[in-house]
């Protein structure tokens, strides 16, 4: 009984960690307005999720600079729009930074509000330290 | 195996003397048999010799040592509570290794190689003239620079250009070029390169003469540089 519940508790121990290493952690960076890059973007992530379905996922999307107009959701079809939430939906982030907001966004066209953060590249370089992987589609 | 007393009297048998020892009779059953081992002197031994051993065989047995885990039984809860939290933080450690391993990429390793070194190493790359894009990307470096000088922070950064970011990195483009001089000489910590392959294609090729910004150094490659700073644990950015 006393092994069993020593087993259990070990086990307790490794579990959350062997449930994070399956997690994938990604930096998605967008700099441009290129509408193909937010349609990259949107198709990258939801073949991930398909072709990775056991594996967690933590995704931060990045904007930097104009390419905070690709939210505009006037810039692209109803149905891409559509996809692009069910992403957000899921947990994917959304961030882009205080300068970039207030010289690019125009408040009342955006799909979706990012969350503001000091300096585009510093938080880059923060979340590559944390594991991210970056990509630039 | 019954035994008859005599012919009158039903016979016992060694099950139900066994019984009778083990105290699995009934009331009723039990008062009968006492009843005649009063009367039946060879019943009364049989008991006796089945009592004995059993007795001898409970003996023989409470002679051998109990297994460890039946000792730990008696143990205080203290030293088991311990060997859990023991157990616990193995369990922990061992799970966080299989994450570290299982964390093949370079990038990982490699920055944390530059935060052991305590200096960070950013690789900005530069592969489109798009100039607005271009001017945002000095201003996100200018800001990165001026908050590490803030934390009293080491950074290094190498602003890498090849394809058709050296267009950028042209004195035509005046807003850049300025951008440029003024963080050249604000920041000892950024250098600009251009790929010396690229701008000898654009000339070959396509007949376009750059004339870099007189901050820029010429590197031979830029994809090789750009590889080789990954390999080296720079955090690579695009700009």
New interface residues.
């Given amino acids: 009984m006393?092994?069993k519940?020593?087993?259990m508790?070990?086990?307790?121990?490794?579990?959350?960690?062997?449930i994070?290493?399956h997690t994938e952690k990604i930096i998605y960076?967008l700099?441009?307005t290129n509408p193909n890059s937010y349609l990259r973007t949107i198709s990258n992530l939801e073949n991930m999720k398909k072709g990775m379905p056991d594996h967690q996922f933590r995704i931060t999307i990045l904007f930097?600079?104009?390419s905070l107009q690709l939210l505009n959701p006037a810039l692209h079809p109803a149905a891409l729009n559509k996809r692009f939430l069910k992403l957000v939906q899921s947990g994917i982030k959304l961030e882009t930074?205080r300068?970039?907001y207030q010289t690019y966004a125009h408040k009342d066209q955006l799909l979706v509000t990012p969350a503001l953060v000091?300096?585009?590249?510093?938080r880059?370089?923060e979340l590559?330290?944390q594991?991210y992987?970056?990509i630039?589609p | 195996m019954s035994t008859r007393q005599d012919d009158n009297t039903p016979a016992i048998s060694d099950e139900l003397i066994n019984a009778f020892i083990d105290r699995q009779l009934t009331a009723e059953d039990r008062q009968e048999i006492l009843a005649r081992i009063r009367t039946d002197k060879d019943l009364a031994g049989r008991i006796c010799d089945l009592q004995q051993l059993k007795e001898m065989t409970q003996s023989a047995f409470d002679n051998i040592p109990q297994p460890a885990a039946q000792q730990n039984h008696n143990t205080p809860a203290f030293p088991r509570m311990a060997a859990a939290f023991a157990l616990f933080t193995v369990g922990l450690l061992v799970g966080f290794g299989v994450m570290q391993l299982t964390k093949s990429d370079n990038q990982s390793t490699a920055t944390f190689t530059s935060a052991h070194d305590s200096i960070t190493k950013v690789l900005v790359h530069l592969t489109s003239a798009d100039v607005d894009a271009g001017m945002n990307t000095l201003i996100n470096l200018q800001q990165l620079l001026d908050s590490y000088t803030r934390k009293h922070q080491k950074v290094m950064v190498e602003v890498i250009a090849n394809g058709d970011g050296i267009k950028l990195l042209d004195s035509k483009n005046v807003s850049i070029a300025k951008r440029i001089r003024e963080l050249s000489a604000q920041h000892d910590n950024l250098t600009f390169a251009a790929c010396k392959n690229t701008i000898d294609q654009m000339r070959i090729n396509r007949g376009l003469v750059v004339n870099l910004i007189p901050q820029v150094k010429l590197i031979d490659s830029g994809v090789v540089e750009v590889i080789k700073r990954q390999n080296e644990g720079w955090t690579y950015i695009r700009g």
């Fill in positions: 006393v092994k519940l020593l087993l508790i070990a086990l307790l121990g490794i579990c959350p960690a062997a994070a290493s960076h700099h441009n930097q600079g104009k930074s300068d970039n000091p300096n585009v590249f510093d880059i370089i590559q330290r594991g992987r970056y630039t």
